[in-house]
């Protein structure tokens, strides 16, 4: 079966210090794995995408992905958090069929 | 870019009516969805559609129902309104001509109220 596991639904950072959202999977086949954003009352934006290739993937706004097969893993993460990333993120992969993972609120306090 | 837009950001109904969202996208795209998104549930696809006039039921398809005429529309309706379809809803297309293809882009979402 597939699925995605994104680990606290709620992460709390302080502005400037390191965003860590992590996500997990479980697929039979290799998987197409992508980071969305969702601002409030907002639909859900492309962050960055892994296909095929390199395994460290830049997206929008300074958030990166790191695709680990070993432990099928696809943290994002960004060096410095500002105010404005204080959204929702879903971590997703394609593989048989398109699975969203239930989401890490991110909040950035001041 | 790719667009997608939705008819409404805010749409309130009554219980018992008949409700339509539509959804339109720009790209060309073959696949397109609908999914209803709730706090703690993250997102539920209610149906999927690869292609005009086919349709798939996803998660959660009971008390829905949907159409796509054109390749560009794809729109869900709710045949008798109830309070708990109360939810956000979103529309999304992507490439692929299997059943789920590649990236999905969103549309901005309809926030529905039934009282």
Known sequence: AQSVTQLGSHVSVSEGALVLLRCNYSSSV????FWYVQYPN???QLLLKYTTGATLVKGINGFEAEFKKSETSFHLTKPSAHMSDAAEYFCAFYGQ????GPGTRLSVLP | DVKVTQSSRYLVKRTGE???LECVQDMDHENMFWYRQDPGLGLRLIYFSYDVKMKEKGDIPEGYSVSREKKERFSLILESASTNQTSMYLCASSLGGGTWGYEQYFGPGTRLTVT
Do not use: A, M, S
């Open chain 1, 97 to 100: 069929n398109f699975v969203f």
């Open chain 2, 18 to 20: 008949k409700v339509f």
């Open chain 1, 42 to 44: 907002q639909g859900l």
């Open chain 1, 30 to 33: 290799p998987p197409y794995l």
